[in-house]
Structures are given as C-alpha cells and as structure tokens.
C-alpha cells in the first residue's frame, strides 16, 4: 500500500465498509397510520386521498402559487411534462451531454428525437442564453429541451420562462436531485422520490409548475389521457403514484426538516476537512444554501483515478454518479450532438464520495486524507 492509502476505516470482507450512499428511509412505524388509511378506504391507487394529501403538502411547502402532480418515477414524469405540452413527436429535444441517462430516455418514450449537447463552463448545466443561440445551430427541428440541474444545483428556472415565450418550445426542467433550493416556475419542474433522494416514496416523483392548467393536463397524461371520464384526449401513459408510494413518502416528508439538518451537518465536516486540499473543488452554495442526498467534487483529472483506488484500500466506495456523459453510452450514441468538450471533462473530473445521515464521524476526515496523500504523492513526482 504506498503512503496516500493510510485510514483507519478497514473492509469488512468483499464489501465496502462505507458505501457511497445508504438511503435515509423513514421508520415503519411513521409509515403504518398511513397504511392504515389505505386498508380503511380500500384504495390502492388512482389518485387516492394519500397522494392528493402528498401534492397538498408538497404545494405547500413550494409555495401558494404553485401546483403538484405526483407521478409513480421521475422517468416518467419528464415524458408526460413533455406529452403534456404536445410537443411534436419525431422533433429534435435538446438536452446536455453533462445528465443521467433518464433525460435521454424520457425524451425517447415521449416519440421525440434527442439532440445531446454541451453545458456551460461556469454553471456546468444547460442555460437559458446557450440554448437560445443553438436553435440556430440544431440538425433539425426543435419541438423541447430538458435542462437539467446538476446533482441538485439550483437552477435559473425564471430564465427557462422567458425562453419559452420567446421560443414557444416545449421546456421541462430535470430537477430530479433538486429538492432543496427548487424555485417552481411556469415550465414544469420534474423532482425524484427515488428510494436515493432526500425524500423518498421508495420510487415515485412530482411535477411542480405554477401554470393550474398545465398541471391539470400533466394529471390526464399519467391517467391514460382520461379527464373525467374514460375517454382519452391525447398521448399519455399510466404513470400514477401508488398510494402505497405516498404512504412511504408522506412519513418521509414529514423527516425532511431533521434530515436536512444531519445532510448540512454532514456537508459542513466535508467542506471544513477539504476547503484546504489544492486538488479539490466544492460544489457552489453546498451545504448553506441547498442539500442534495449525493457530495459529488471535482479533482484534477490524473489524480481521480489514483484516489478512487486509495479510497478502496480502505475500505470507502466512491461513485461516477453520471458516468461517461450521455453521448458516451451505447444507447445514445446514435443521435446527433454537439463538442462536448466540458462534458467530457466532468466526466474525467467528478467523483461522489460517501455522503449519508449516519456517516461514521471519522470518515470525512479520513477520505479527505487520502485525497491530500494522493495529491502529495502526484506532485513529489
């Protein structure tokens, strides 16, 4: 083992002693009075009173302005938000090079063709201005475009209003990550309830927007078109949540404010122990102004790989959440793109690190010493 592998974390057989992440889900018992409910009006799904209950509080909490529709993944609520707002099937979706593989996906489902392509340098994320100046520049006809906030980074989706009514695309945000510091705008907001996220259903996910009329269609689109009665108006799918779903993130919603808490406290020792390390670079606003149930940082390229292997060594798993980039995978490679030069060097540069409530005091200290060790071990060559 050479000298930047040092800790006291261990291993514990095969596996790893600290996972990149352990998901936060909210006790049984907190979930059984739900349950409960759901016996008592013997209804499962279809709009029951758990999920309109859920979207009640979820608009509540995002401000009086502001509507939800629930839906049973994230996936699928881009592909309904984008069904929603008929956007032309067979037209070009612009979406960044720089996501997860569900943007690309949900353009697919909802008939439209994706057209990949690079983020900004400074914001890492598709804006509002770039966007405009590529219209002029796409293979094609554009009917949308997904921007998409990086592992929780707030995005400008005042900006996104102002392109669609200078555009009159189609534009739905993947906010998938972005709980926290999420601003509801006109254009749809998509958030995750994904068993990973800061709050959970175990699977499921909302659509926020400001605009009742775009919600209510967002509604009929995850209801097989069906408005009230069962003739169907137009593309959809069945994508409703559970009230099972609702019952787990309803008990999960209710943790939020103490979560969020331990996820800050959590930040805050990684930013004290790794502000100083040369090689590092932190996320923007974390952990003051937003959380995100993922750490994700920046390294130099040539150190990266050293230090997931030094990571290892003691027993701590890290993770490319985003992997290659979207033009990088098989399933995407096909469709027409842009440079990607700034994608391509966020892919080589970003790791997730262990971040979960309940991490052991000691690993954010140890982590970011094999990062320090790793980084003196590259400059004494």
């Known amino acids: 083992m050479n000298s930047a592998a040092t800790g006291r974390l261990g291993r514990d057989g095969p596996d790893f002693r600290i996972p990149v992440l352990r998901p936060k889900l909210p006790d049984p018992k907190d979930m059984l009075p739900y349950l409960e409910r759901i016996h008592r009006n013997s209804i499962a799904s279809n709009g029951g009173p758990l999920s ?4 009640a509080r979820l608009a509540e909490l995002f401000g009086p302005s502001c509507g939800v529709a629930s839906c049973c993944s994230a996936t699928l609520g881009l592909t309904i938000s984008l069904l929603a707002q008929r956007a032309e099937s067979g037209t070009l979706c612009m979406v960044p090079a720089w996501t997860f593989a569900a943007s690309a996906h949900a353009i697919v489902a909802a008939g439209l063709v994706p057209w990949i392509v690079d983020v900004d340098r400074k914001t890492r994320r598709l804006e509002p201005a770039a966007a405009l100046d590529l219209l002029e520049r796409a293979p094609g006809r554009i009917g949308a475009v997904i921007p ?3 592992f929780g980074l707030p995005v400008d989706s005042e900006g996104w209003d102002v392109f669609q009514d200078r555009t009159g695309l189609a534009v739905v945000l993947d906010l998938a990550a972005a709980f926290d510091g999420t601003r509801p705008a006109r254009v749809p907001s998509v958030i995750s309830l994904h068993a990973t996220k800061t709050v959970t259903a175990g699977e499921g996910g909302f659509i926020l927007s400001t ?10 689109c995850a209801n097989f078109g069906f408005s009230k009665s069962n003739h169907a108006t137009g593309p959809a799918l069945n994508a409703k949540l559970s009230e099972y779903a609702a019952a787990v993130a309803l008990a999960s919603l209710s943790d939020w404010p ?3 808490k331990a996820l800050q406290a959590v930040g805050q020792q990684y930013r004290d122990v790794l502000q100083g390390i040369g090689c590092v670079r932190l996320p923007d606003g974390w952990p003051a102004e937003w959380v995100s ?3 994700n940082v920046r390294l130099e390229a040539d150190i990266l790989p050293a230090v997931v292997r030094n990571l290892e060594s003691i027993g701590v798993a890290s993770r490319s959440w985003w992997g290659p980039g979207l033009h990088r995978q098989e399933a995407f490679a096909k469709f027409e793109r842009t440079e990607t030069p700034i994608t391509d060097n966020l ?9 979960w409530i309940g991490l052991p005091i000691e690993a954010p200290g140890a982590i970011a010493q094999v990062i320090a060790n790793t980084e003196r071990d590259f400059l004494s060559r």
């Open 258 to 260: 103490d979560n969020r």
């Open 293 to 295: 149930s993922t750490f």
């Open 347 to 355: 892919a080589a540069t970003t790791l997730g690190l262990p971040f």
């Open 52 to 55: 309109r209950e859920l979207e």
């Open 211 to 220: 605009d009742d009329d775009l919600i209510e269609a967002i509604r009929q």
């Open 148 to 150: 998409v906030s990086e």
